[in-house]
Structure formats: structure tokens, C-alpha cells
């Protein structure tokens, strides 16, 4: 694939493929392997891949799924993807996993771990914690507990021991995947018109259901096409788009809010590929040196404790800076609690240095896109007002 036309639309099939057809047809070419579910923020890949396991990312049905059992198990007043996550289990599209890891997101994620045990006992299922002391000794100590726990868990799926120097090599991996994630992020942020939020989207999402390297060669394909197209630049107002770490939106969504006149420079989309900061060392014990990366060099959310609550929102604030970003639209699901609840904080944070902000909220399948794209456009079109008036 040359083209950016060419490799979107890949990711665009992958995107839409709610039965997961290329990860069967991975696991089906070598009986040997396995396949690990995960729901999204951030799990260690780096442990899955060292064992010659697919970590299987999985965002819910997106909007092209009716969900009809998954509301016999869950309550009205939450957000969709748990339910959306059930329907496709019920409806057997995950039927081929050997594994289900749920991350420390929230409460309703944390049941649904209890959920999946009574529905498949047979099936290797697990609670992924994390910590909320960012002390090596104490927070550290029992983050290097859980990578361990889960080590053992997933050698128990391959039938081996996962080795230091496997782990090392698989952090090598990811640590290139993660710079070309990056790349792509900082291409965007400096040409937005060369890079379409929705097209740096799908290719982010192509990342939770192909192996990480054929990943990376794609991310590496689609900045060499795009540095090199032709594309109008329009006089659009640079935002950042926070609140949709977990429940992804619809892509109608992203592409309403460019069409309203925005360059999306930032976001909090598939957070798991930039989860860590910084590369993770190769060398030394790989599982106290993935603890380190995650207690002093992992991104700031309304998932991951927050210690010292005065420097609540100093994050976004510098993120505006370093993006060149003229405001913030918080874009959160309905009914997520972590990112609701952190709103007004980091709503509090933005004006207090005269940041501008709007909010809504939205599902993953979401259907009526006008509002939104009036919204966004307005205040799209206030900022420009007030910086001309400035």
C-alpha cells in the first residue's frame, strides 16, 4: 500500500469487521497460537507479545451493531460499550479468544471481569489493576506483583515460560511502534491538513487487531504517503479532544467536528498505543522496568490516580501549548463516570488560565451528527472571532 487512500481503507475494513476476521485468520494459520482479549486504556502488550500472543483490542460494536442481550445484563444508566462488549461474546464473535484481561478503567469494568467468569469459567480471565501510589517502593512493588501475576497467567494460556530476554525483545518492538505512534501524532499536529483526524483514527484502531509490527510498517507507510501529498490548508481553529479514552465514538463524530471548521491537534483516542511516555529500557529486569515506565513515565487521565491534586489539569494546560491548540472540547461518553467526574477540574484548570472549552457528550453509536457539528462550529467560529478582536 502506497497511498494514504490505499492503507485508510485497509484500516477502514478493519475497523468495521466486528467479527474480528483478521485475528481469526492469524490464529487459524498456526494452531500454536493464541489470542488475548483486552478492553481498552492500557494493558502491558509487551507480556502477550513475548509469549507469542495476538493482544486483541477490543472498543465494543461501534455503531454498527444492535445491541439486544447485552441489556439484559447491564442497567440503562451506564455507558454502552460494556453491553455492546457482551452482545459480541453472546453473539459468538469472541468465541475464539483464549483470554479476556480487563484493565483498571472503572467499576463497571471491573464487574464485568466477574461477569465474564460466570459466563466462560473455562476461560483464562483477569481484573488487570494498577497502582495508585506512584512510590517505587510501595507502588512500584505491587505493580511489579500484578506484571508477574499475569506473566504466570499467560504462560499458563502458551503452555511456557515467557523469558526475560523474550520480554526485552518484545519491549524493543513496542518501543518502535510507539515512536512511529508518535510520529504520526506530531505529523498531524504540525500539517493537520495532511492528516485527517478520522484517517489518524482508523489507523490507530488498526493497531488493536493486527500483530504490532505490521502495524508499525503501516504507520510508517502512511507517513511517507502522506508527507508527500498535496492538500489545501484551510483556515480551521486547532482544538484538542478529551474525554474518549475508553468507549470510542462513532467516526461520524470525528469527522463532524473537522468538517465544522477544527483541526483536531490532540486527542485522548486508543490511549493504549501512547500509554507509556517514554521508551521502556531493553535491558535489566524487564518487568521492574515496565513498573517504572508506568509509575513515572505514563500519560495523565481520568483513569490513573491523580496524587497531588493541585496540579489536577496541568497536563491538558501544557498540551494546549505544545499542540499549538486555541481550546478544548471535552467529548465524553454518556455516563462515564471517570470522565464526567473529571470534567469540571479540568474545565476549572482551562479557565483559570483563559483556555477555551465546551463539553458534550455522546455514544458509541451515535446517530444524529448535526448537533454536534453545529456545536463544534460555533465554537470554532467564537475563537476566531476573539482572537481577531485581540
Not at 453472546?90 to 483470554?99: E, N, P, Q, S, W
Not at 507502588?139 to 504466570?152: H, Q, T
Not at 469527522?255 to 501512547?274: A, F, H, N
Not at 491523580?306 to 494546549?320: C, H, M, N, S, T
Amino acid at each position: 500500500m502506497k497511498n494514504t487512500t490505499e492503507i485508510i481503507d485497509y484500516c477502514q475494513e478493519l475497523y468495521e469487521d466486528i467479527d474480528f476476521t483478521s485475528a481469526r485468520k492469524w490464529k487459524e494459520a498456526d494452531p500454536s497460537r493464541k489470542v488475548v482479549g483486552y478492553m481498552p486504556v492500557y494493558v502491558p502488550r509487551e507480556l502477550m507479545h513475548a509469549g507469542g500472543i495476538l493482544s486483541l483490542g477490543i472498543l465494543g460494536g461501534g455503531d454498527n451493531m444492535e445491541v439486544i442481550h447485552g441489556d439484559a445484563y447491564y442497567q440503562s444508566y451506564i455507558c454502552r460499550i460494556p453491553r455492546s462488549t457482551i452482545e459480541l461474546a453472546v453473539t459468538k464473535r469472541l468465541d475464539f479468544v483464549d483470554g479476556m484481561l480487563f484493565p483498571s478503567i472503572c467499576d463497571v469494568i471491573r464487574n464485568m471481569s466477574g461477569m465474564w467468569k460466570l459466563m466462560y469459567p473455562g476461560l483464562y480471565v483477569r481484573y488487570f489493576d494498577t497502582p495508585q501510589n506512584f512510590d517505587s517502593s510501595i507502588g512500584g512493588d505491587y505493580y511489579v506483583n500484578e506484571l508477574n501475576e499475569l506473566k504466570e497467567g499467560l504462560e499458563g494460556i502458551v503452555g511456557r515460560k515467557i523469558t526475560d530476554e523474550q520480554i526485552n525483545n518484545s519491549i524493543a518492538v513496542y518501543n518502535e511502534n510507539r515512536k512511529l505512534v508518535k510520529a504520526v501524532y506530531d505529523f498531524r499536529m504540525k500539517t493537520p491538513w495532511k492528516a485527517p483526524s478520522w484517517e489518524v483514527y482508523l489507523l490507530m484502531r488498526a493497531g488493536m487487531v493486527l500483530p504490532v509490527e505490521e502495524h508499525t510498517e503501516i504507520l510508517r507507510d502512511y507517513l511517507t504517503a502522506a508527507e508527500a501529498e498535496n492538500k489545501p490548508i484551510r483556515d480551521n481553529c486547532r482544538i484538542i479532544l478529551q474525554g474518549s479514552f475508553c468507549e470510542q465514538p462513532p467516526l461520524n463524530l470525528i469527522k463532524s467536528i473537522e468538517l465544522s471548521g477544527c483541526y483536531i491537534v490532540d486527542d485522548d483516542y486508543m490511549l493504549v498505543t501512547r500509554w507509556l511516555l517514554d521508551d521502556v529500557p531493553t535491558d535489566g529486569d524487564p518487568v521492574r522496568n515496565l513498573a517504572e515506565a508506568f509509575i513515572h513515565h505514563s500519560a495523565e487521565t481520568a483513569s490513573k490516580y491523580e496524587p497531588d491534586g493541585a496540579r489536577k489539569g496541568q497536563y491538558l494546560i501544557e498540551a494546549v501549548k505544545d499542540r499549538g491548540a486555541e481550546g478544548v472540547i471535552f467529548a465524553a461518553p454518556s455516563f462515564c463516570d471517570p470522565a464526567l467526574l473529571d470534567r469540571p477540574m479540568l474545565a476549572n484548570a482551562l479557565n483559570g488560565v483563559d483556555i477555551p472549552n465546551i463539553s458534550f457528550k455522546y455514544a458509541e453509536n451515535s446517530g444524529q451528527m448535526q448537533p454536534i457539528r453545529e456545536q463544534a462550529g460555533t465554537f470554532a467560529d467564537t475563537i476566531k472571532l476573539w482572537s481577531e478582536a485581540s
